[in-house]
């Protein structure tokens, strides 16, 4: 049974930093590729990042673009998220998901549904 337990949301001031973290369980880690995603209230779910299963290749969505980092310790089973220059836009629940795609610069990984198991998401609150 595959477990990604997101944590490290909070509120937080418009301009200011936030690291998410992502711990999988129960699958060889290191096989799949990661993803974020965030969902608003009354908006449907959408990709923010992207990482291969090495590590070597990123992907992300335009609205995040210069501001987010993804990364991974497969060491450690764990996906991050850094979070930087936080706009009231942002504020949303976020998801980590774990996805069999090979290639991270696809149409696919865009998807929900290229996506095989999720975590319970963590809130992240932008206050202007």
């Known amino acids: 049974q595959v477990q990604l337990v997101e944590s490290g949301g909070g509120l937080v001031q418009a301009g200011g930093s936030l690291r998410l973290s992502c711990a999988a369980s129960?699958?060889?880690?290191?096989?799949?590729?990661m993803g974020w995603f965030r969902q608003a209230p009354g908006k449907e779910r959408e990709f923010v990042a992207a990482?291969?299963?090495?590590?070597?290749?990123?992907n992300y969505a335009d609205s995040v673009k210069g501001r987010f980092t993804i990364s991974r310790d497969n060491a450690k089973n764990t996906v991050y998220l850094q979070m930087s220059s936080l706009k009231p836009e942002d504020t949303a629940v976020y998801y980590c998901?774990?996805?069999?795609?090979?290639?991270?610069?696809?149409?696919?990984?865009?998807?929900?549904?290229?996506?095989?198991?999720w975590g319970q998401g963590t809130q992240v609150t932008v206050s202007s």
């Open positions: 998901a774990m996805s069999q795609a090979q290639k991270v610069h696809t149409i696919a990984v865009l998807k929900t549904t290229r996506y095989d198991y």
């Open positions: 129960g699958r060889t880690f290191s096989s799949y590729a």
């Open positions: 990482i291969s299963w090495s590590g070597d290749s990123t």
